[in-house]
């Protein structure tokens, strides 16, 4: 079956410029996660949605990065006023139900990424 | 901060087994170890994950040492394919994922 999506798969913007990347999970997930891989590093968790609840956000670096899943499926990390130090690769996870409280232990599924480039 | 240790690199030979190792010193009782691996422009991909008992699943073994601060992936029969990034990861409250620096696999023919 289909996996987990993101679009673009590719962005570049100008400094300055407001970005917003789409996350579309596996059909059915409860849970769906962000996270920030910078080059050479491991994958850094951002923010965590419950259908449509943000249960966690600690991830977040900054008042500038906003995420969002208003019916409980797909959803958007938005990024304003884009800095340098925001390139990196966002990747979405999702996870299917069964343990659905939080602190699931379900497996997470990874879409490809969305490879941030600003210049 | 990665609650986790793990060699930068490690290389291996086509169709031998393939031993990550991992020291989680600091892991607390009900603190599952879990295995991803990334593949070179991909997302990471779950491989296997164990509490207290070795696991075994069509990918690969995971062997816990009995006071549990150590882990091993064992790949049997490594083919070119599984050169990737491979990351233990202690699995933290709420269900994040605290991915540390990883092991870069090289499986060479």
């Known amino acids: 079956g289909a996996g987990v999506s993101q679009s673009p798969r590719y962005k570049v913007a100008k400094r300055g410029q407001d970005v917003a990347l789409r996350c579309d999970p596996i059909s059915g997930h409860v849970s769906l996660f962000w996270y920030q891989q910078a080059l050479g590093q491991g994958p850094e968790f951002l923010t965590y949605?419950?259908?449509?609840?943000?249960?966690?956000k600690s991830g977040l670096p900054s008042d500038r990065f906003f995420a969002e899943r208003p019916e409980g499926s797909v959803s958007t990390l938005k990024i304003q006023r884009t800095q340098q130090e925001d390139s990196a690769v966002y990747l979405c996870?999702?996870?299917?139900?069964?343990?659905?409280?939080?602190?699931?232990?379900?497996?997470?599924?990874f879409g490809p990424g969305t490879r941030l480039t600003v210049l | 901060d990665a609650k986790t240790t793990q060699p930068t690199s490690m290389d291996c030979a086509e169709g031998r087994a393939a031993n990550l190792p991992c020291n989680h010193s600091t892991i607390s009782g009900n603190e599952y170890v879990y295995w991803y691996r990334q593949i070179h422009s991909q997302g990471p991909q779950y491989i296997i994950h164990g509490l207290k008992n070795n696991e075994t699943n069509e990918m690969a073994s995971l062997i816990i040492t009995e006071d549990r601060k150590s882990s091993t992936l064992i790949l049997p029969h490594a083919t070119l394919r599984d050169t990737a990034v491979y990351y233990c990861i202690v699995r933290v409250d709420g269900g994040k994922l605290i991915f540390g620096q990883g092991t870069e696999l090289s499986v060479k023919p």
């Open positions: 949605f419950q259908n449509e609840a943000q249960l966690d």
């Open positions: 996870a999702s996870s299917p139900p069964g343990q659905h409280n939080y602190g699931s232990y379900n497996e997470q599924f």
